[in-house]
T-cell receptor
Framework: DAKTTQPPSMDCAEGRAANLPCNHS???????VYWYRQIHSQGPQYIIH???NNETNEMASLIITEDRKSSTLILPHATLRDTAVYYC?????????????FGAGTILRVKS | DGGITQSPKYLFRKEGQNVTLSCEQN?????MYWYRQDPGQGLRLIYY???????QKGDIAEGYSVSREKKESFPLTVTSAQKNPTAFYLC?????????????FGEGSRLTVL
C-alpha cells in the first residue's frame, strides 16, 4: 500500500475551514484514500474515503487532485471538538486483507 | 447499541506476567484487528483476523498471541516475551464483502507494566 506524507501539526481558528493536506505520490490506480481522526485517548473514527472524485458527507469534504497524487480533507466550519489527530491512509480494497497502515498523522488544533 | 467493547480500560501488570485484553463486537463484522499505539505515534498492526479460526500476524506480532474462536470475540494476550508492553491497545472490526472496509474502533485499553 502507498505511503502518505502529512504535516505534523496545523492550527485553525474556530468557525473557519480547516484544510488538511496529504501527499500520496506513489498511489496506484486501484488505491482508495481514507481519512480517520483520533481524539485524545480514544479510538480512531472514520471520516471519509474516495477514489477519484471529490466526496462530501456530513462531517467533511475530500478533494483529490486529478493526478491523484495528493488530497485535502476539508472541515468546513471547525469547532473546538475537531481538535484531534487526522490520519490519511491509502490502500487497495480487497475482499480479505483489509488492513490499514496508520502513519503519525496531523495534529489539528482548533483555537477560539 | 452496536459497537466494540474493550476491557479493561486500564490495566497494570508486573514484569513477567501475561495479560489478556478483551475485545467483543456486536456489529456482525467478519474482520477484527489489534493495533498498538505509543505516545505521539501512529497505530501499528499487531494481529488481524478475517474469519473465525483464522488470523494473521501484523507488523509487530512478536510477544503477542490471539485467538478467534467466535466471530464476535478477538482477545489479545500480551506475553512476558513482549519487551516493552506499556502502550495503548486498540481493537477494531470491519465488514469485508459489500463495503469499503472502514474500521470501527473500540475505546482502547491502556496497559502499564510496573
Amino acid at each position: 500500500d502507498a505511503k502518505t506524507t502529512q504535516p505534523p501539526s496545523m492550527d485553525c481558528a474556530e468557525g473557519r475551514a480547516a484544510n488538511l493536506p496529504c501527499n500520496h505520490s506513489t498511489i496506484s490506480g486501484n488505491e482508495y484514500v481514507y481519512w480517520y481522526r483520533q481524539i485524545h485517548s480514544q479510538g480512531p473514527q472514520y471520516i471519509i474515503h474516495g477514489l477519484k472524485n471529490n466526496e462530501t458527507n456530513e462531517m467533511a469534504s475530500l478533494i483529490i487532485t486529478e493526478d491523484r497524487k495528493s488530497s485535502t480533507l476539508i472541515l468546513p466550519h471547525a469547532t473546538l471538538r475537531d481538535t484531534a489527530v487526522y490520519y490519511c491512509i491509502v490502500r487497495v480494497f480487497r475482499e480479505y486483507g483489509n488492513k490499514l497502515v496508520f502513519g503519525a498523522g496531523t495534529i489539528l488544533r482548533v483555537k477560539s | 447499541d452496536g459497537g466494540i467493547t474493550q476491557s479493561p480500560k486500564y490495566l497494570f501488570r508486573k514484569e513477567g506476567q501475561n495479560v489478556t485484553l478483551s475485545c467483543e463486537q456486536n456489529l456482525n463484522h467478519d474482520a477484527m484487528y489489534w493495533y498498538r499505539q505509543d505516545p505521539g505515534q501512529g497505530l501499528r498492526l499487531i494481529y488481524y483476523s478475517q474469519i473465525v479460526n483464522d488470523f494473521q500476524k501484523g507488523d509487530i506480532a512478536e510477544g503477542y498471541s490471539v485467538s478467534r474462536e467466535k466471530k464476535e470475540s478477538f482477545p489479545l494476550t500480551v506475553t512476558s516475551a513482549q519487551k516493552n508492553p506499556t502502550a495503548f491497545y486498540l481493537c477494531a472490526s470491519s465488514q469485508t464483502s459489500g463495503s469499503y472496509g472502514e474500521l470501527f474502533f473500540g475505546e482502547g485499553s491502556r496497559l502499564t507494566v510496573l
